[in-house]
Antibody, heavy 118, light 108 residues
Framework: QVQLVESGGGVVQPGRSLRLSCAAS????????MHWVRQAPGKGLEWVAI????????YYADSVKGRFNISRDNSKNTLYLQMNSLRLEDTAVYYC???????????WGQGTLVTVSS | SYELTQPPSVSVSPGQTARITCSGDALPKKYAYWYQQKSGQAPVLVIYEDSKRPSGIPERLSGSSSGTVATLTISGAQVEDEADYYCYSTDTSGNRGVFGGGTKLTVL
């Protein structure tokens, strides 16, 4: 069965960096575009970034562009989100999600909480 | 930046029809998708490409789109349909995603 397991969340000070990982299993990871989506406490969903199946194309939300970098290692079936220059407003649960043809976010991970606090 | 607009809340009695709208300038050219999120859980895709239902989603959930407005309809809403619902689409380039602000559906 499809599984997405995020890790790497935690408490970090403003201005510091953190790297999230998403381990995928149960499907052909190297064939699927992948997304990061976040949800601040008590707030709605916010799309963060997408990476193409082979990593050649990446796009970001304006709120994270220039600070976050999405990447993938298809040999390890793992998706990453490198988050730099973190701000208080980056505090959220971060989800990785799969995209298949016609159906973005058909599977989601359970999420990992990132708290940016001084 | 591109935005999708949803009403913050919709309330219906059990058995009634609930309609949740999503407005966006690019919707005439881009599909809308709908996600259901219950408290403490990850979202679930309930409608894709405006009106298609993934397997396992009840037939009482349906979607439509006309012009700049996409609509999620829950016919004969049940208590278990209480959740937050989010629409999703992309900007006109198709490269950047955007979620609506979410609508809290109350069935009581």
């Amino acid at each position: 069965q499809v599984q997405l397991v995020e890790s790497g969340g935690g408490v970090v000070q403003p201005g510091r960096s953190l790297r999230l990982s998403c381990a995928a299993s149960g499907f052909t990871f190297s064939s699927c575009p992948m997304h990061w989506v976040r949800q601040a406490p008590g707030k709605g969903l916010e799309w963060v970034a997408i990476i193409s199946y082979d990593g050649s194309n990446k796009y970001y939300a304006d709120s994270v562009k220039g600070r976050f970098n999405i990447s993938r290692d298809n040999s390890k079936n793992t998706l990453y989100l490198q988050m730099n220059s973190l701000r208080l407003e980056d505090t959220a649960v971060y989800y990785c999600a799969r995209e298949i043809p016609q159906q973005p976010f058909d599977y989601w991970g359970q999420g990992t909480l990132v708290t940016v606090s001084s | 930046s591109y935005e999708l607009t949803q009403p913050p809340s919709v309330s219906v009695s059990p058995g009634q029809t609930a309609r949740i709208t999503c407005s966006g300038d690019a919707l005439p050219k881009k599909y809308a998708y709908w996600y259901q999120q219950k408290s403490g859980q990850a979202p679930v895709l309930v409608i894709y490409e405006d009106s298609k239902r993934p397997s396992g989603i009840p037939e009482r959930l349906s979607g439509s789109s006309s012009g700049t407005v996409a609509t999620l309809t829950i016919s004969g809403a049940q208590v278990e349909d209480e959740a937050d619902y989010y629409c999703y689409s992309t900007d006109t380039s198709g490269n950047r995603g955007v979620f609506g602000g979410g609508t809290k559906l109350t069935v009581l």
